[in-house]
């Protein structure tokens, strides 16, 4: 996750003539203190006003300059932007430290600012905007510090998101379903003399009807039947669908570890809930009252309110636009690589919980569930919705 450090005087000065108009010695030990052996990510002249490269951190210079390249032991890029997007969701803790368009361009991305406010107006051309109390919380504050030195005085102040709405998907996130239903589906190959291979399955986790017809007609071909007899694929989707529907009867409707828990930490901070799923609208809504889930969600969007499935982001932008919540305020929980990229096309952090009944029972996400890629995509990778509901509580704000 990518965090913002700098320090600012009240007026929101942050750096004139090349440098900080102050010197406050505790300050700069507190800034090691939290950055060491982490990513830093700055501009050419952030870097240039260091002492050199700092001991015991990785540093990433950009710079807009085609022939600039920053000395041994750093790294140079110039496209800030992709730098961003590449780390946003990244598990490492990352810091922005500078300059002032680097730190207005990584703001969007960023989890939460460290503040150091300095009590006084200074002099410069170098200012870091006022925190918009919309999108951040000011969570912790020290007591006012002074240094000997200089006679000025200080404050430490950290600004974290607020989190307005958490988005479920539901099969294998919520409940014990994709692993019936990929059994299903292979059942179905089997009661239809289709080969439905892994390659398949994984095509289809998160599809909503239209994006499955697609798939499933690239997989076996088109359907030569006569107009008055149902397709192979609504045959299939037929008997699947009864196929699933015996499974739970028999087995019940299995919830995921956590789920109730993290359902009430969310109400009660008054975070808003909704289920992003690629099952159709009605359908999910009758699971959800089955599992006594209902009443815990203030909207479900299927599949069928969507023109695309997943990957594709369509499902969770209807989300967004249901709460006119901007993407950096939400976060998706998903079990799926599917979901995680759809997440990421729609520009919503997304913690990935891998549904391991389905890796172990059917290994189609074997080489996919918690892959490097995934990893690198993922804000978090989860062993459960518990492990989940610790990690908001320590990286969110209430919305």
């Known amino acids: 996750m990518l965090f913002i450090i700098l320090a600012a005087a009240q007026n ?101 600012v460290y503040l150091t406010v300095i009590h006084q107006d200074f002099d410069g051309g170098v200012r870091f905007p006022a925190m918009d109390g919309d999108v951040f919380e000011l969570t912790g504050r020290s007591e006012t510090l002074a240094d000997p030195g200089s006679g000025l005085t200080y404050e430490y102040q950290t600004w974290k998101r607020r989190l307005r709405l958490v988005i479920f998907d539901m099969d294998g996130l919520m409940f014990d379903t994709e692993r019936p239903s ?58 699947k669908k009864a196929i699933v529907a015996r499974k739970l009867d028999e087995e019940g409707l299995i919830v995921k570890e956590g789920l109730f828990a993290l359902l009430t930490f969310l109400k009660k901070r008054g975070i808003q809930r909704a289920v992003g799923t690629a099952t159709a609208t009605g359908a999910a809504e009758k699971l959800l009252q089955r599992a006594g889930a209902a009443s815990w969600m ?43 990229l759809a997440a990421a096309a729609a520009g919503i952090p997304c913690a990935l919980v891998p549904d391991t009944n389905v890796s172990t029972s059917a290994s189609i996400f074997a080489d996919t569930s918690v892959s490097a890629d995934a990893r690198q995509k993922a804000a978090l990778v989860a062993q459960d919705l518990r492990e989940v509901m610790e990690w908001i509580r320590k990286n969110f704000t209430k919305g």
């Not at 990352?94 to 002032?100: S, W």
């Not at 089997?190 to 697609?214: E, P, W």
């Open 298 to 340: 203030n909207a479900v969007i299927g599949g069928d309110q969507a023109e695309r499935g997943k990957p594709f982001p369509d499902i969770f932008q209807k989300v967004l636009a249901r709460f006119s919540c901007p993407p950096e305020n939400a976060l998706v929980l998903e079990d799926s690589p599917n979901g995680l």
């Open 12 to 112: 929101g000065v942050i750096g004139k003539d090349g440098g900080m108009p102050w010197h406050i010695p505790a300050d700069l030990r507190h800034f090691k203190k939290l950055t060491i052996g982490k990513t830093l990510i700055m501009g050419r002249k952030t870097f240039e006003s260091l002492p050199g490269v700092l001991p015991g951190r990785r540093h990433i210079i950009a710079t807009r300059g085609a022939h600039w390249n920053g000395p041994p032991g750093t790294e140079t890029v110039r496209d800030l932007q992709a730098v961003l997007e590449k780390h946003a969701d990244s598990a490492e803790k990352i810091f922005v430290i500078g300059g002032a368009d680097v730190c207005a361009q990584a703001l969007p991305y960023c989890a939460a």
């Open 182 to 239: 990929i059994e299903s589906w292979k059942e179905v190959g089997m009661q239809m003399g289709l080969t439905i291979t892994d390659r398949f399955l994984q095509s289809i986790v998160g599809s909503n009807h239209a994006t499955l017809q697609k798939l499933f007609a690239e997989e076996f071909g088109p359907d030569n039947r006569p107009d008055d007899c149902p397709s192979k694929f609504e045959s299939a989707v037929a008997l």
